[in-house]
């Protein structure tokens, strides 16, 4: 026989399709052909219902060349398209298999695509049958990707030290908070939104618009006359930086094959790290030698050059030939046949859109007014967190009820390994951006030094971190797993924030690096490997959304606790001032900002004070180790799943 077609059966708790188109020259090589791949097949295309199964006959799918009678067995030659539910979710697997020693392509219990790990199968080809850059592509559009991460970092780093000389320059001391904040809240609101444009829209296309909004952004602040266009400028910047991070991800996964992608993203989370501590270093150059406009002039080249490698070298990866309904969706919504107006809305889910946005900015902004601006107690406050609360119940109300068409799908975020991932990811997140944060700070007021030679002296922490990464990187590249260097990362990284919150200003310079370089090197062994965990149990059509979910849930941490961090800081500085001084006002303390400290306090209050601020400085990190060992939680809850291909069951039920 030629054809058959043979009903799909249930498999778990949904149901299975599979559809394949297979021939054989008698009905003993088609029963070895099911039995290899233990489930029936339809030889034609399926159409699976929660009701059932209806198969149709397509006239011109069985258009495939007419094979050998002599051949039998195995060795008769046949093509796989099949697509099944897992407890967590549809996936789809395309394989064409001509022999017995070619290794098909599995799922496993979590939906995930998984391939074999032959040297022959070292994933030439992506998910669309098209090859994967390598050589001098590869590299330029790595540079290209490193560039704009960089960059985007560094926007958010370097304005700290340019914030004086602006202050002085628009007489605007009452902006200040609105310089980080515009930039902060539309960064976090429109990340998820983002996932979803890469989802259904060209990558090249959306990322593309991140680098113009982006660059436009630092162009108006450059260029500002005022405060209010540099505020206008900073929130414009935002929105490009929204889609910047992921989006950076998302063509690396379509760049390099899974079992060597770890490295790559090693080397491309380092570039945040750089960024972190390189921004008061060459905001600190840029205000002192040129002018703080500077410090936004110069993403400019760079954001061109970004954008001109990914246009020339960056491959478009084409929809599937024979897509499954969010593929048939995503395909629709790129060439606009079949889909109407209201369908295309619906696909970013306007009502989640809606609600997400405020509730988002609500806890900002109550986040960076608390403790500074107003009081906690202070009714805008209360008001702001209960708004954020009622929305954010609302929100993940309509998550669930609108299913796929949410902006994050219920089964991507049920999969144990993408919660695990969040969870490691805001808690990592918290402890790494907050700790980023005031270490400068404690250098500069405990130690006196310039903001200049604060970077400097957070170099170790930085080498660490990037050295960290790189090596995990290689290591996952070359051994697959990337479970136990979270359980590292944990237990590294709550050990250094612990030794770092033992600063005191009598601490030795062998001490201080030494305890960054512990601080730092728990950071690098986790910090890309929630991306890569979640990479490696998605499909690729979930891969946009998977990778903003995670870049959204570290930069919140980092958001949400800084301004705790803030807050214990003052707190505990202001409380100590009126024990040991009370006739001291605080904000003595708090104009004269860290560097200017020993200008504006006696000098025989000046020891004192400054072990006060030690004292305060240094609860900062010990809230960052608490974070890091709370990221217990997810990274011990991480599968053990392999960038290969491999996985280990029944490892940390």
């Not at 910047?237 to 379509?254: D, E, V, W």
């Not at 109407?340 to 609600?355: H, L, N, S, Y």
């Not at 144990?416 to 918290?430: E, K, Q, S």
């Amino acid at each position: 026989m030629a054809y058959q077609a043979v009903p799909l059966t249930p498999y778990g708790e949904g149901i299975s399709s599979a559809h394949t188109i297979a021939a054989s020259s008698s009905a003993n090589s088609y029963t070895a052909a099911k039995q290899e791949t233990d489930q029936q097949y339809c030889g034609a295309d399926c159409r699976c219902k929660e009701s059932g199964v209806e198969c149709k006959m397509v006239p011109d799918r069985l258009t495939s060349p007419a094979l050998s009678t002599a051949d039998s067995g195995y060795h008769d030659s046949f093509f796989d398209a099949r697509e099944r539910n897992s407890e967590d979710g549809p996936s789809t697997a395309v394989a064409a298999s001509g022999g017995p020693d070619d290794k098909r392509e599995k799922n496993d219990d979590e939906g995930r695509v998984s391939a074999g790990t032959t040297a022959h199968e070292d994933y030439a080809t992506r998910e669309d049958g098209a090859p994967y850059i390598t050589g001098l592509k590869l590299f330029l559009v790595m540079t290209a990707l490193c560039m704009s991460v960089f960059l985007m970092a560094l926007d958010s780093a370097i304005i700290a030290v340019a914030i004086p000389k602006i202050t002085d320059e628009f007489n605007s001391l009452g902006d200040v908070g609105w310089y980080g904040s515009a930039y902060l809240l539309t960064v976090s609101a429109l990340q998820l939104f983002f996932g979803k444009l890469y989802t259904f829209y060209s990558i090249k296309l959306i990322y593309f618009t991140a680098i113009g909004l982006f660059e436009l952004g630092s162009l108006i602040c450059g260029a500002a006359k005022s405060s209010l266009i540099l505020i206008l400028g900073r929130a414009i910047a935002g929105i490009g930086s929204a889609g910047l991070f992921s989006g950076s991800l998302i063509i690396l996964a379509h760049s390099v094959p899974m079992a060597r992608r770890p490295l790559f993203t090693g080397i491309l989370g380092s570039m945040y790290g750089i960024a972190v501590v390189a921004g008061p270093l060459l905001g600190g150059v840029f205000t002192d030698k040129a002018t703080w406009r500077w410090c936004f002039y110069i993403n400019l080249p760079f954001g061109a050059i970004s954008v001109l490698a990914i246009a020339f070298w960056f491959r478009e990866p084409h929809r599937s030939a024979a897509p499954g309904r969010q593929e048939q969706e995503q395909q629709q919504l790129k060439t606009g046949e079949c889909c109407p107006w209201r369908t295309r809305i619906k696909q970013f889910d306007p009502a989640g859109t809606v609600v997400f946005m405020p509730a988002v900015i609500s806890l900002l902004l109550a986040l960076q007014w608390a403790g500074t601006e107003y009081a906690w107690g202070d009714a805008r406050i209360i008001a702001l967190l209960a708004i954020f609360g009622v929305l954010a119940a609302v929100w993940l109300g309509l998550q669930w009820w609108q299913d796929e068409h949410a902006t994050v799908p219920p089964r991507i975020i049920k999969k144990r390994t993408v919660w695990a991932a969040c969870i490691y990811a805001f808690a990592g997140g918290g402890a790494f951006i907050s700790s980023s944060y005031f270490i400068p700070i404690w250098f500069q007021a405990v130690q006196g030094v310039s903001a200049v030679e604060s970077g400097i002296r957070i170099l170790p922490f930085l080498l660490a971190l990037v050295v960290a990464s790189l090596f995990a990187g290689a290591v996952v590249t070359i051994w697959g797993y990337y479970a136990p260097f979270l359980w590292i990362s944990t237990v590294v990284m709550s050990v250094g924030f612990g030794l770092l919150s033992t600063w005191n200003p009598r601490t030795k310079q062998p001490i201080w690096i030494g305890y960054q370089v512990v601080a730092g090197a728990g950071v690098g062994f986790g910090m890309q490997q929630p991306v890569i965990a979640v990479q490696t149990v998605l499909d690729i059509e979930d891969v946009p959304m998977g990778t903003s979910v995670i870049v959204f849930v570290q930069s919140l941490g980092g958001a949400i606790f800084v301004s705790i961090a803030e807050s214990i800081f003052v707190n505990k500085l202001v409380a100590y001032l009126q024990t040991v001084f009370p006739g001291m006002d605080p904000k003595l303390i708090f104009t004269a900002g860290a560097t200017e400290l020993r200008k504006s306090v006696p000098r025989d209050l000046l020891a004192r004070v400054i072990r006060g601020y030690s004292d305060a400085l240094t609860r900062t990190l010990l809230m960052s180790a608490v974070l890091a060992a709370a990221s217990v939680f997810g990274s011990l809850a991480i599968e053990w799943r392999s960038v290969k291909g491999r996985h280990i069951t029944g490892a940390m039920a």
